[in-house]
């Protein structure tokens, strides 16, 4: 798994929820991670499940926070790789602010 770190993924996690951003660290025995530039999709649609997200980035419609510089968390369930097109999707998402 360290062939992720440097990379843009997605993490899943229980309770941080779901982010995209630059990996940072990875520790899957600990369930820890850390993410760089890193922004939460609070919510998503046109996509069933953060494997959508991965390929196409999130649709119309979506939720997506702005960008942290750095964040970790402790509670890991899946980290997926991601598209260039969903990347620049993600990236340039509007902020989303209730």
């Not at 929820?17 to 993410?35: K, N």
């Not at 890193?38 to 996509?47: G, P, Q, V």
Request: hydrophobic share 45%.
């Amino acid at each position: 798994m360290n062939a992720l770190i440097g990379q843009y993924v997605i993490i899943r996690d229980n309770l941080e929820g779901v982010r995209a951003g630059t990996l940072e660290s990875l520790d899957l025995a600990a369930g820890t991670w850390a993410l760089r530039d890193s922004r939460m999709i609070h919510f998503w649609a046109k996509s069933a499940a953060t494997s959508g997200i991965a390929v196409h980035g999130p649709g119309p419609g979506s939720r997506v926070c702005p960008v942290v510089a750095v964040v970790a968390g402790r509670d890991l369930v899946s980290v997926l790789t991601v598209t260039p097109e969903a990347r620049a999707t993600i990236e340039e998402y509007p902020e989303w602010r209730p």
